[in-house]
């Protein structure tokens, strides 16, 4: 929020620009701030969850739906990024994630149950924890991998705003996951 106000204030200041249809919408501002956000996080849980509370959202609790799919297989490229052979288990989630009935994003999860304890595994086959809860206790962080703008043109926001693929590491730096989220419009358009 602090941010969009900085602009507003720069654009009272500066004027308009020359082209009104260049003018960014506060919509499209919101949706950059996010992204900034997100890309900065250790969690994208935990950067979901306080962007929930700050935008008013009176249970700001992030759920995960779990969609039941046949899990596709991780690519060579995967694996290599996950430091894991071929032949190691890797365990796959696909959920989408959501605080008050609205759906923020779609994640894609590939992660190494061997670098995780029991009950997180527990937590992750049986449960709509979200990946970022469960694995918490590991003092995660994010590594991004690609961030991708789907919002090119036009004043009204798309379905799919933004896309990140990132590697979520625990406190020793060894890669647990790689994720790929594909963040909503309802994600800037919390009533």
């Not at 990024?81 to 365990?91: D, F, K």
């Not at 997180?120 to 924890?129: E, F, G, K, V, Y």
Request: charged residues 20%.
């Amino acid at each position: 929020m602090k941010r969009t106000a900085f602009l507003a204030a720069a654009l009272l200041f500066v004027g308009p620009p020359p082209s009104a249809a260049r003018a960014p919408s506060p919509a499209r501002i919101e949706a950059v701030e996010l992204n900034r956000r997100l890309l900065a996080a250790l969690s994208a849980t935990a950067t979901l969850r306080a962007w929930c509370a700050e935008h008013g959202v009176a249970d700001p609790a992030i759920h995960a739906e779990v969609i039941r799919e046949t899990p596709p297989l991780a690519t060579a490229r995967q694996r290599r990024e996950l430091g894991v052979g071929a032949a190691e288990p890797l365990g796959y989630r696909h959920v989408r994630l959501s605080c008050a009935g609205h759906v923020l994003s779609d994640a894609q999860n590939w992660y190494v149950p061997a670098r995780l304890t029991p009950a997180m595994n527990l937590a992750l086959d049986t449960s709509d924890t979200p990946f970022g809860t469960v694995v918490a206790p590991l003092r995660i962080s994010r590594r991004t991998l690609a961030s991708q703008m789907l919002w090119r043109h036009g004043a009204r926001p798309p379905a799919e705003l933004f896309r990140h693929r990132a590697l979520v590491l625990d406190a020793a730096g060894r890669p647990i996951a790689e994720v790929i989220e594909t963040y909503q419009r309802a994600a800037i358009d919390l009533r």
